[in-house]
Each structure stands twice: as C-alpha cells, then as structure tokens.
C-alpha cells in the first residue's frame, strides 16, 4: 500500500536497514527526505541508491547519540526547509548482556543510541514539527520493549522506555497535532540482524542458516522485510492513521502472540 507524500517532507535517522527502507518508501512516494546516520559508507551507499533512482533524498552525517551532531543535522534541515511532516527514529544499536556483564559504558551507549536519540531528534527538530499543523514521528522501538530473549538488559531497556516516551510525548505533542507513534518489529532481515546471528551462531551454522531459524519462531513462518516495515511506516506517517497517536504497532509475524509451550 502506498501513500501520497507529494509536497511533504521527512527526516529519518538510520541509513541502512529499517530506516533506509522507510527513506525509499516515503521518497518513492514523493516525499523529500533528509537521512541521517553515523556510518558515511552506509551513507554513500544510501544517497546513490537515491541517485540511481531519482529520488530526492539527502543524506547527512550524523550521529544521533550526540546533542551537538543532532544540532547540526537540525540545522542543515532548517537551512533546507521550513517545514517537517514526519520524523523516522530508525537508528539503533543493538547491544547483548546480563545486568552482571554490561559496563556502564555499553548502558550508557546503548540507551543513547536506542532511547535518548529518538528525544533529542525530536527536541531539535520539534520547531519544523510543530509548523506542519499535522505531523507525525514514528520511534522504530522493537518487540523486545514488550517480552524479551537472554542477555539484552540494556537493548530491552532501551525499547520498553521508547514506548513509554511515545506515549508520553504523543499526550503532550497532541495539542500541537502532532501524532506520536512506535512500531515493534520482530525479526527484520537487515545489517543489525545479520549481525545478531552471527553472534548466536554455533555448530557451523551460517547467517542464511539462523535467519531461517529465527523466521521459524514467528507464526508467518519467516523474517519481515525492510519493505514491510517501510509500508507501516508509511501509514504511520500519512492521513489514513490521523487519529492514530500514543500506540505501538507490532509487525512482528505473530511472535510476540504466541506461547513458547
Ligand atoms: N532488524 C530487526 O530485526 C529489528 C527488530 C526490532 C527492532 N529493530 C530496531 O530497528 C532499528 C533499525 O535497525 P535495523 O535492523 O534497521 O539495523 P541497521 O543496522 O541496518 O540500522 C541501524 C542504523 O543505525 C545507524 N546508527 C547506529 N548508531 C548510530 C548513531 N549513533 N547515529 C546515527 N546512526 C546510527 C547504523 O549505522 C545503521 O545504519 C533499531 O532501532 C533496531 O533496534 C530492528
């Protein structure tokens, strides 16, 4: 399902994966949109697929954990427009340990990364929010803020406080009309997910060998796509969810449905 973003224009954080696909998804549909993400490859990466298909996409450097960089990035949109009608939160950082092995610098850094960024980017970018007079933000959070696996104190932390800030900020923002939202994805073949199986992997298995597992543990029977997560997005951020604000979608598969008896 596609929605008509002509005219408007989006900010989106996270230049890979969830992120990347929301950018393609909103662009696609005639949205302007500034990426922004720490990595300048993924970045590079992200503006010629941008290019390569004539969509007016920007893509920035930033890093999302840090209040000066979210300043800058705020600025650069500013300079570039006077007007947001949605804002992405997508970038993430997924972090593995027990409250006995997280440092206080991997909780830290987590929750920077994870919960932090989502307030800070819509603290600096609220202004340009608030003009549209109907605006949207979407907090990419994950179904670990609702039921978790081992070994993700800080990464679960870090997503359950995001529903709380949505909610939060969605009863406050309410009065400017701006909607506030998060989605909780179950397992969405992207780089972080790669990255996760590799770090389950045992016995020989590959990364190909535990996405399938991980889609076996999910009712529909595999993992999403970042094309599916682009599309709820989408509906987040576009008049047919108008009054939708201060909730948390799942797209997860049915995994967080079933029992695990
Ligand atoms: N993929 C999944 O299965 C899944 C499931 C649930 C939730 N999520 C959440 O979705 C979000 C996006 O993750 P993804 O799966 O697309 O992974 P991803 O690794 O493709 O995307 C994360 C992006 O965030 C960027 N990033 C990391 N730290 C940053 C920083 N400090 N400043 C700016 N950018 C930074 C990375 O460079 C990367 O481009 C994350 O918040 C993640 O927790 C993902």
């Known amino acids: 399902m596609t929605y008509d ?23 696609r549909a005639g949205a302007r949109v500034f990426l922004g993400g720490i990595d300048a490859a993924l970045n590079a990466k992200a503006a010629e697929t941008a290019r390569d298909e004539g969509l007016d996409i920007s893509c920035h450097q930033v890093d999302v954990a840090d209040e000066g ?22 970038a993430g950082q997924q972090t593995y340990g027990t409250v006995e092995d997280t440092s206080p610098a991997e909780w830290d ?19 340009l929010l608030k003009v549209a007079g109907g605006a949207s933000v979407v907090h990419v959070a994950s ?11 800080a990464y679960a932390t870090s997503k359950g ?18 909607r506030v939202n998060s989605i ?26 535990m996405i399938e597992e991980f889609g076996k543990s999910h009712p529909i029977g595999r993992v999403g ?24 979608l799942r797209i997860d ?6 029992l695990g008896v």
Not at 195 to 208: F, P, R, S, V
Request: aromatic share 4%; proline share 2%.
């Open 143 to 153: 179904v670990q803020g609702h039921n978790n696996q081992n070994k993700v104190l």
């Open 109 to 127: 850094h987590c929750l920077a990364v994870n919960l932090r960024s989502c307030y800070l980017t819509a603290h600096c970018l609220y202004p």
């Open 161 to 178: 406080a995001v529903h709380a800030m949505t909610r939060a900020m969605a009863v406050d923002c309410a009065t400017d009309q701006i």
């Open 69 to 90: 960089s979210v300043r800058s990035w705020a600025g650069e949109i500013a300079a570039a427009t006077d007007v947001l009608h949605a804002l992405v939160n997508a």
């Open 225 to 248: 796509t970042t094309a599916e997560t682009g599309s709820l997005i989408a509906f987040l951020c576009s008049d047919a969810a108008a009054f939708i604000t201060g909730t948390d």
């Open 184 to 209: 909780s994805p179950g397992s969405i073949r992207t780089p972080l997910l790669e990255y996760g199986a590799g770090q389950l992997a045992t016995g020989g298995k590959t990364i190909d060998d």
């Open 253 to 258: 598969g049915g995994l967080t449905a079933k």
């Open 5 to 27: 973003f002509a005219g408007k224009v989006a900010a989106v954080t996270g230049s890979s994966g969830i992120g990347l696909g929301a950018a393609l998804h909103l662009a």
